[in-house]
C-alpha cells in the first residue's frame, strides 16, 4: 500500500481523491491569485530520478528525467527498469512526453477575491502541500 497522495502529511481517503488535484496559486500580470487544481501525480518511484513524472493512474511506463536528461523508466508489471540517453535511438524527447507530465493538465481554476487569503499569499504564507506558480511570462 503505497502513502501516496498526501496532503498534509496525511494520506488522502477516496473521496479527498475524488475532489482531485492538488493546488497551486498563480498571480498573474494584472496582480490578480489564481487557485488552480492539477491532477494527481503518479506515485511510482523510477530508478535513478525519484518519483515518477505521469499522472496517477496513467498508462504504460512509469518515467521521469534524471538530472542529466536521461530518460528513466520502470515497467512494473513486468519489474524491470532502465535509462536510455538522449542520443539514444530509443530516447523519448521531453517536449513528446510534456503533454502526459503531471504538471501540463489543470483541472479547474478560481480567482481568489477573499482579502484575508489574497494577504495570506502576498505574505508568502503557505500552508502545506500548497505551491505558487511564477509565469515566465512575469519574470
Ligand atoms: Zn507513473
Known sequence: MKSCPV???QQLSENEMDEGGQF???KDAQGR???T????????E???SGQCQGLLNHEGLHWAYSSSGDFCWNNSL?????QTPPDHEDYRDPLLMRPLHYTQKELDRFLVEDPDEI???EAGDLEEGESTIISIEDL
Request: aromatic share 24%; proline share 4%.
Open 33 to 35: 491569485w489564481w487557485r
Open 78 to 82: 513486468a519489474g524491470y527498469s532502465g
Open 7 to 9: 496532503r498534509g502529511g
Open 37 to 44: 487544481q492539477m491532477p494527481w501525480r503518479c506515485c511510482e
Open 24 to 26: 497551486s496559486f498563480y
Open 119 to 121: 494577504a495570506r499569499l
Open 46 to 48: 523510477v530508478m535513478f
